[in-house]
Protein backbone atom coordinates (compact mmCIF):
# COMPACT_ATOMS: atom_id res chain seq x y z
CA UNK A 1 0.00 0.00 0.00
CA UNK A 2 1.03 3.58 -1.04
CA UNK A 3 1.67 6.16 1.57
CA UNK A 4 1.49 9.13 0.24
CA UNK A 5 2.65 11.34 3.15
CA UNK A 6 5.80 9.43 2.86
CA UNK A 7 6.50 11.08 -0.28
CA UNK A 8 5.78 14.33 0.61
CA UNK A 9 4.11 15.45 3.58
CA UNK A 10 2.78 18.76 1.97
CA UNK A 11 0.40 16.74 0.16
CA UNK A 12 -3.29 18.29 1.28
CA UNK A 13 -5.64 17.18 -1.14
CA UNK A 14 -5.18 13.95 -3.35
CA UNK A 15 -7.93 11.34 -5.28
CA UNK A 16 -7.77 7.51 -4.66
CA UNK A 17 -9.64 4.14 -5.30
CA UNK A 18 -11.78 2.74 -2.31
CA UNK A 19 -10.92 -0.70 -1.65
CA UNK A 20 -13.54 -1.84 0.94
CA UNK A 21 -15.31 -0.01 4.24
CA UNK A 22 -16.27 -2.13 7.17
CA UNK A 23 -16.90 -2.04 10.55
CA UNK A 24 -14.55 -2.78 13.64
CA UNK A 25 -15.85 -4.49 16.93
CA UNK A 26 -17.05 -1.57 18.34
CA UNK A 27 -19.59 -1.17 15.11
CA UNK A 28 -17.09 2.04 14.23
CA UNK A 29 -17.14 2.62 10.05
CA UNK A 30 -14.05 2.74 8.24
CA UNK A 31 -12.57 3.02 4.48
CA UNK A 32 -9.43 1.38 3.30
CA UNK A 33 -7.82 2.97 0.18
CA UNK A 34 -5.22 1.81 -2.39
CA UNK A 35 -3.33 5.00 -1.37
CA UNK A 36 -3.60 7.56 0.82
CA UNK A 37 -1.98 11.11 1.98
CA UNK A 38 -3.78 10.70 5.88
CA UNK A 39 -1.28 9.92 8.47
CA UNK A 40 -1.92 7.25 11.19
CA UNK A 41 -1.53 7.26 14.64
CA UNK A 42 2.07 6.38 15.74
CA UNK A 43 5.58 7.33 16.98
CA UNK A 44 4.42 10.03 19.32
CA UNK A 45 2.74 11.76 16.30
CA UNK A 46 -1.51 11.87 16.66
CA UNK A 47 -3.27 10.82 13.61
CA UNK A 48 -4.40 13.01 10.63
CA UNK A 49 -7.93 14.28 10.39
CA UNK A 50 -10.02 15.43 7.29
CA UNK A 51 -12.52 14.42 4.79
CA UNK A 52 -13.33 11.36 2.18
CA UNK A 53 -15.67 13.11 -0.46
CA UNK A 54 -18.49 14.38 2.16
CA UNK A 55 -17.53 12.18 5.34
CA UNK A 56 -15.67 13.44 8.14
CA UNK A 57 -12.29 11.67 8.59
CA UNK A 58 -12.46 11.21 13.00
CA UNK A 59 -9.09 9.50 13.43
CA UNK A 60 -6.67 6.98 10.83
CA UNK A 61 -4.85 3.95 12.21
CA UNK A 62 -3.03 1.29 10.94
CA UNK A 63 -3.75 -2.30 12.24
CA UNK A 64 -2.68 -4.49 10.83
CA UNK A 65 -0.87 -3.58 7.99
CA UNK A 66 -3.78 -1.62 6.32
CA UNK A 67 -5.05 1.99 7.09
CA UNK A 68 -7.94 2.60 8.68
CA UNK A 69 -10.17 5.10 7.82
CA UNK A 70 -12.30 6.09 10.74
CA UNK A 71 -15.52 8.05 9.34
CA UNK A 72 -18.82 9.88 11.01
CA UNK A 73 -20.90 6.97 8.37
CA UNK A 74 -20.05 5.37 5.60
CA UNK A 75 -19.11 6.05 2.26
CA UNK A 76 -22.34 5.46 -0.30
CA UNK A 77 -21.47 2.74 -1.86
CA UNK A 78 -21.05 3.96 -5.83
CA UNK A 79 -17.96 5.91 -4.40
CA UNK A 80 -15.60 4.14 -6.40
CA UNK A 81 -12.97 7.30 -6.82
CA UNK A 82 -12.78 9.06 -3.67
CA UNK A 83 -11.15 12.71 -3.14
CA UNK A 84 -9.29 12.84 0.25
CA UNK A 85 -8.31 16.58 1.65
CA UNK A 86 -6.31 16.75 4.87
CA UNK A 87 -7.18 19.31 7.57
CA UNK A 88 -3.80 21.30 7.24
CA UNK A 89 -3.76 23.41 9.68
CA UNK A 90 -3.65 20.32 12.19
CA UNK A 91 -1.47 18.55 9.84
CA UNK A 92 1.27 21.43 9.80
CA UNK A 93 1.25 22.03 13.24
CA UNK A 94 1.93 18.44 14.16
CA UNK A 95 4.92 18.86 11.30
CA UNK A 96 6.15 22.05 13.40
CA UNK A 97 5.59 20.12 16.75
CA UNK A 98 7.34 17.16 15.69
CA UNK A 99 10.67 18.84 13.97
CA UNK A 100 10.95 20.22 16.85
CA UNK A 101 11.03 17.44 18.99
CA UNK A 102 13.59 16.09 16.78
CA UNK A 103 15.77 19.45 17.53
CA UNK A 104 15.11 19.15 20.84
CA UNK A 105 16.20 15.62 22.07
CA UNK A 106 19.25 16.02 19.74
CA UNK A 107 20.72 19.15 21.19
CA UNK A 108 19.99 18.15 24.66
CA UNK A 109 22.38 15.19 23.72
CA UNK A 110 25.07 17.25 21.45
CA UNK A 111 25.09 19.80 24.84
CA UNK A 112 25.19 17.69 27.56
CA UNK A 113 24.62 13.51 26.53
CA UNK A 114 21.03 13.33 27.73
CA UNK A 115 19.08 11.07 25.85
CA UNK A 116 15.19 10.76 25.31
CA UNK A 117 13.66 8.10 26.29
CA UNK A 118 10.10 9.19 25.41
CA UNK A 119 7.94 11.85 23.30
CA UNK A 120 4.37 12.83 23.89
CA UNK A 121 2.55 15.25 20.85
CA UNK A 122 -0.41 16.75 22.99
CA UNK A 123 -2.72 19.26 21.89
CA UNK A 124 -1.92 22.14 23.58
CA UNK A 125 1.77 21.57 24.51
CA UNK A 126 4.76 18.36 24.35
CA UNK A 127 6.83 16.52 26.25
CA UNK A 128 9.80 14.61 26.22
CA UNK A 129 11.34 12.52 29.07
CA UNK A 130 14.90 13.14 29.42
CA UNK A 131 16.88 10.11 30.80
CA UNK A 132 18.66 12.50 33.76
CA UNK A 133 18.00 13.38 37.31
CA UNK A 134 18.82 16.74 37.07
CA UNK A 135 18.34 19.76 34.45
CA UNK A 136 19.71 23.50 35.44
CA UNK A 137 18.42 26.43 34.56
CA UNK A 138 21.38 26.65 32.21
CA UNK A 139 21.03 23.75 30.05
CA UNK A 140 17.91 24.82 29.28
CA UNK A 141 18.92 27.97 28.14
CA UNK A 142 21.85 26.42 26.06
CA UNK A 143 19.59 23.93 24.49
CA UNK A 144 16.87 26.23 23.44
CA UNK A 145 19.72 29.16 22.13
CA UNK A 146 21.45 25.99 20.23
CA UNK A 147 17.33 24.91 18.70
CA UNK A 148 16.15 28.34 17.48
CA UNK A 149 19.75 28.79 16.23
CA UNK A 150 19.66 25.92 13.88
CA UNK A 151 16.06 26.99 13.08
CA UNK A 152 17.53 30.26 11.80
CA UNK A 153 20.04 28.70 9.52
CA UNK A 154 17.03 26.90 7.62
CA UNK A 155 18.48 23.14 7.85
CA UNK A 156 17.04 20.72 5.24
CA UNK A 157 15.27 18.46 6.83
CA UNK A 158 15.88 14.83 4.49
CA UNK A 159 13.83 12.05 4.32
CA UNK A 160 15.95 8.72 3.40
CA UNK A 161 14.91 5.12 2.93
CA UNK A 162 17.69 2.90 3.21
CA UNK A 163 18.70 -0.85 4.08
CA UNK A 164 20.23 -2.36 7.46
CA UNK A 165 23.54 -2.51 6.06
CA UNK A 166 23.64 1.73 5.03
CA UNK A 167 22.75 2.43 8.65
CA UNK A 168 26.19 1.46 9.39
CA UNK A 169 26.94 5.03 7.01
CA UNK A 170 24.72 7.50 9.54
CA UNK A 171 25.51 8.23 13.84
CA UNK A 172 21.92 7.58 14.60
CA UNK A 173 20.79 9.13 17.85
CA UNK A 174 18.84 6.09 18.96
CA UNK A 175 18.31 2.74 18.36
CA UNK A 176 15.89 1.73 15.80
CA UNK A 177 12.45 -0.04 16.31
CA UNK A 178 12.40 -1.97 13.03
CA UNK A 179 14.77 -3.89 10.69
CA UNK A 180 13.33 -3.23 7.38
CA UNK A 181 11.62 -0.25 5.58
CA UNK A 182 13.86 1.87 7.19
CA UNK A 183 13.08 5.42 7.08
CA UNK A 184 15.50 7.93 8.35
CA UNK A 185 15.02 11.50 9.06
CA UNK A 186 18.11 13.65 8.53
CA UNK A 187 18.90 17.50 9.80
CA UNK A 188 22.77 17.88 8.87
CA UNK A 189 24.99 17.42 11.98
CA UNK A 190 22.86 17.50 14.37
CA UNK A 191 20.18 14.79 13.76
CA UNK A 192 19.50 11.47 12.12
CA UNK A 193 16.95 9.77 13.35
CA UNK A 194 15.15 6.46 12.35
CA UNK A 195 11.45 8.03 12.11
CA UNK A 196 7.86 7.35 10.06
CA UNK A 197 6.39 11.26 10.52
CA UNK A 198 5.87 14.43 9.16
CA UNK A 199 7.53 17.36 9.36
CA UNK A 200 8.70 20.24 7.34
CA UNK A 201 11.06 20.09 4.46
CA UNK A 202 13.59 22.43 6.04
CA UNK A 203 13.78 23.64 10.00
CA UNK A 204 13.31 26.72 9.34
CA UNK A 205 9.26 25.43 8.94
CA UNK A 206 9.34 24.68 12.42
CA UNK A 207 9.57 28.49 13.30
CA UNK A 208 10.59 28.85 16.71
CA UNK A 209 10.95 26.44 19.88
CA UNK A 210 10.14 27.24 23.99
CA UNK A 211 10.47 24.98 26.79
CA UNK A 212 7.76 25.99 29.27
CA UNK A 213 8.43 23.72 32.21
CA UNK A 214 10.38 20.87 33.70
CA UNK A 215 9.05 18.17 35.85
CA UNK A 216 10.52 14.98 37.62
CA UNK A 217 9.09 12.02 36.68
CA UNK A 218 10.56 9.09 38.48
CA UNK A 219 14.13 8.67 37.52
CA UNK A 220 13.69 11.47 34.40
CA UNK A 221 12.83 14.96 33.57
CA UNK A 222 10.11 16.05 31.69
CA UNK A 223 10.23 19.04 29.52
CA UNK A 224 7.19 20.58 28.29
CA UNK A 225 7.89 22.86 24.72
CA UNK A 226 6.17 24.45 22.38
CA UNK A 227 7.14 24.76 18.87
CA UNK A 228 6.06 26.57 15.63
CA UNK A 229 2.61 28.78 15.62
CA UNK A 230 1.78 27.29 19.36
CA UNK A 231 5.25 29.57 20.70
CA UNK A 232 2.78 32.38 19.10
CA UNK A 233 -0.57 31.24 20.97
CA UNK A 234 1.31 30.67 24.27
CA UNK A 235 2.88 33.90 23.95
CA UNK A 236 -0.68 36.03 23.10
CA UNK A 237 -1.85 33.96 26.11
CA UNK A 238 0.32 34.95 28.84
CA UNK A 239 0.82 38.57 27.54
CA UNK A 240 -2.89 38.89 27.79
CA UNK A 241 -2.81 37.47 31.36
CA UNK A 242 0.07 39.94 32.53
CA UNK A 243 -2.24 42.75 31.03
CA UNK A 244 -5.17 41.94 32.71
CA UNK A 245 -2.80 41.18 36.15
CA UNK A 246 -1.09 44.45 35.87
CA UNK A 247 -4.63 45.94 35.74
CA UNK A 248 -5.70 44.58 38.75
CA UNK A 249 -2.75 44.89 40.32
CA UNK A 250 -2.30 49.32 39.34
CA UNK A 251 1.26 47.49 39.17
CA UNK A 252 3.59 47.84 35.58
CA UNK A 253 4.08 43.76 34.48
CA UNK A 254 8.18 44.56 36.26
CA UNK A 255 6.53 45.37 39.35
CA UNK A 256 4.20 42.66 39.37
CA UNK A 257 6.53 40.37 41.78
CA UNK A 258 6.30 43.19 44.44
CA UNK A 259 2.88 43.89 44.07
CA UNK A 260 2.07 40.11 44.71
CA UNK A 261 4.37 39.28 47.43
CA UNK A 262 2.69 42.36 48.59
CA UNK A 263 -0.83 41.04 48.73
CA UNK A 264 0.54 37.96 49.49
CA UNK A 265 2.05 39.11 53.32
CA UNK A 266 -1.42 41.26 53.40
CA UNK A 267 -3.70 38.09 53.10
CA UNK A 268 -1.31 36.06 55.40
CA UNK A 269 -1.62 38.45 58.16
CA UNK A 270 -5.61 39.17 57.02
CA UNK A 271 -5.24 35.07 57.86
CA UNK A 272 -4.13 35.35 61.14
CA UNK A 273 -6.29 38.16 62.36
CA UNK A 274 -9.27 36.33 61.22
CA UNK A 275 -8.29 33.19 63.24
CA UNK A 276 -7.54 35.17 66.35
CA UNK A 277 -10.81 36.69 65.83
CA UNK A 278 -12.52 33.13 65.59
CA UNK A 279 -10.72 31.84 68.72
CA UNK A 280 -11.89 34.65 70.48
CA UNK A 281 -15.72 34.07 69.19
CA UNK A 282 -15.11 30.55 70.16
CA UNK A 283 -14.06 31.22 73.60
CA UNK A 284 -17.25 33.88 74.01
CA UNK A 285 -19.43 31.17 72.83
CA UNK A 286 -18.11 28.53 74.95
CA UNK A 287 -18.54 30.41 77.90
CA UNK A 288 -21.68 31.66 77.24
CA UNK A 289 -22.93 27.95 76.71
CA UNK A 290 -20.83 26.97 80.09
CA UNK A 291 -23.57 28.00 82.51
CA UNK A 292 -26.26 26.31 80.16
CA UNK A 293 -25.28 22.35 82.04
CA UNK A 294 -27.92 19.98 83.20
CA UNK A 295 -27.58 16.85 85.48
CA UNK A 296 -29.06 13.85 84.06
CA UNK A 297 -29.26 10.55 86.18
CA UNK A 298 -25.81 12.00 87.66
CA UNK A 299 -24.01 13.59 85.05
CA UNK A 300 -23.01 16.69 84.63
CA UNK A 301 -24.31 17.38 80.90
CA UNK A 302 -24.44 20.29 78.03
CA UNK A 303 -25.57 19.48 75.06
CA UNK A 304 -25.91 22.21 71.87
CA UNK A 305 -26.88 22.91 68.62
CA UNK A 306 -24.73 25.20 67.18
CA UNK A 307 -24.84 27.14 63.35
CA UNK A 308 -22.73 27.41 60.91
CA UNK A 309 -19.87 25.38 62.54
CA UNK A 310 -17.17 23.66 60.61
CA UNK A 311 -15.86 20.18 62.49
CA UNK A 312 -12.39 21.63 63.74
CA UNK A 313 -14.91 24.43 65.40
CA UNK A 314 -16.73 21.87 67.22
CA UNK A 315 -13.97 20.36 68.36
CA UNK A 316 -12.10 23.31 69.56
CA UNK A 317 -15.26 24.00 71.44
CA UNK A 318 -15.74 20.96 72.88
CA UNK A 319 -12.36 20.80 74.54
CA UNK A 320 -12.39 24.31 75.76
CA UNK A 321 -15.86 23.01 77.85
CA UNK A 322 -14.32 20.45 79.34
CA UNK A 323 -11.13 22.11 80.35
CA UNK A 324 -13.07 24.51 82.04
CA UNK A 325 -15.25 22.26 83.91
CA UNK A 326 -13.51 18.27 84.91
CA UNK A 327 -17.25 16.94 86.00
CA UNK A 328 -18.99 17.66 82.20
CA UNK A 329 -19.88 15.90 79.62
CA UNK A 330 -19.84 17.67 76.34
CA UNK A 331 -22.26 17.30 73.48
CA UNK A 332 -22.59 19.34 70.13
CA UNK A 333 -24.24 18.87 67.04
CA UNK A 334 -23.97 21.14 63.96
CA UNK A 335 -25.70 21.05 60.55
CA UNK A 336 -24.02 21.74 57.68
CA UNK A 337 -25.03 21.07 54.02
CA UNK A 338 -27.01 18.22 54.58
CA UNK A 339 -25.27 16.35 56.60
CA UNK A 340 -25.17 15.92 60.74
CA UNK A 341 -21.92 16.28 62.51
CA UNK A 342 -21.23 15.76 66.28
CA UNK A 343 -18.24 15.77 68.77
CA UNK A 344 -18.64 14.10 72.36
CA UNK A 345 -16.63 14.99 75.46
CA UNK A 346 -15.71 14.46 78.75
CA UNK A 347 -13.78 16.39 81.46
CA UNK A 348 -10.77 14.78 83.44
CA UNK A 349 -12.95 14.04 86.19
CA UNK A 350 -16.31 12.21 84.07
CA UNK A 351 -16.14 8.32 83.31
CA UNK A 352 -18.98 8.54 80.76
CA UNK A 353 -17.53 6.33 77.77
CA UNK A 354 -17.86 8.40 75.18
CA UNK A 355 -17.09 6.17 72.28
CA UNK A 356 -20.50 3.91 73.52
CA UNK A 357 -21.93 6.83 72.72
CA UNK A 358 -20.94 7.59 69.69
CA UNK A 359 -21.42 4.54 68.05
CA UNK A 360 -25.17 4.80 69.14
CA UNK A 361 -25.28 8.29 68.19
CA UNK A 362 -23.88 7.59 64.79
CA UNK A 363 -26.29 4.82 64.52
CA UNK A 364 -29.08 6.97 64.93
CA UNK A 365 -27.75 8.86 61.78
CA UNK A 366 -26.57 6.79 59.29
CA UNK A 367 -23.01 8.03 59.84
CA UNK A 368 -19.48 6.95 61.29
CA UNK A 369 -16.44 8.07 63.30
CA UNK A 370 -14.13 7.23 65.54
CA UNK A 371 -12.14 8.80 69.18
CA UNK A 372 -11.17 7.38 72.41
CA UNK A 373 -12.81 6.86 75.45
CA UNK A 374 -13.00 10.73 76.53
CA UNK A 375 -13.48 12.29 73.01
CA UNK A 376 -15.39 11.05 69.43
CA UNK A 377 -16.22 12.62 66.63
CA UNK A 378 -18.23 12.05 63.03
CA UNK A 379 -20.92 12.64 61.02
CA UNK A 380 -23.75 11.60 59.23
CA UNK A 381 -27.27 12.20 57.81
CA UNK A 382 -29.38 14.18 58.29
CA UNK A 383 -32.15 11.43 58.98
CA UNK A 384 -33.01 13.06 62.58
CA UNK A 385 -32.91 17.20 63.40
CA UNK A 386 -29.81 17.94 65.88
CA UNK A 387 -32.41 18.70 68.42
CA UNK A 388 -33.52 15.06 67.88
CA UNK A 389 -30.11 13.53 68.44
CA UNK A 390 -29.52 15.26 71.47
CA UNK A 391 -33.18 14.17 73.00
CA UNK A 392 -31.90 10.32 72.07
CA UNK A 393 -28.65 11.19 73.74
CA UNK A 394 -30.63 12.17 77.04
CA UNK A 395 -33.00 9.29 76.70
CA UNK A 396 -29.95 7.14 76.45
CA UNK A 397 -28.22 8.53 79.53
CA UNK A 398 -31.38 8.41 81.63
CA UNK A 399 -31.84 4.31 81.10
CA UNK A 400 -28.02 3.51 81.91
Known amino acids: MQKLFYKDP ?47 VLEVQEINGEIRHYLDKPLPETSQQVKGNVDWDRRYDHMQQHAGQHLLSAAFEELFHYKTRSFHLGKEVCTIDLDTTKLTDQEVIETETLVNKIILENRKIETKWVTKE ?78 ELSALLNAPPHGMEEAVKRILEQSKEQAKELKDMKEKLLDYEASALSSKTEVVSGLTILKSVLLNKEMAELQSMARKLVSAKEEINVFLLAENKGKLQFVGARGSSSNLDMRSVGKKVFGFINGRGGGREDFVQGGGETTLTGEEVLEKITHLLSND
Open 10 to 56: YIQTFTSTLVSQSQDESGKWYAILDQTAFYPEGGGQPYDTGALNDQN
Open 166 to 243: ELLDYPLRKELSVSENIRLVIIPDIDYSGCGGTHPHSTGGVASLKILALEKQKNMIRVTFVAGNRVLRHLHQKQQVVS
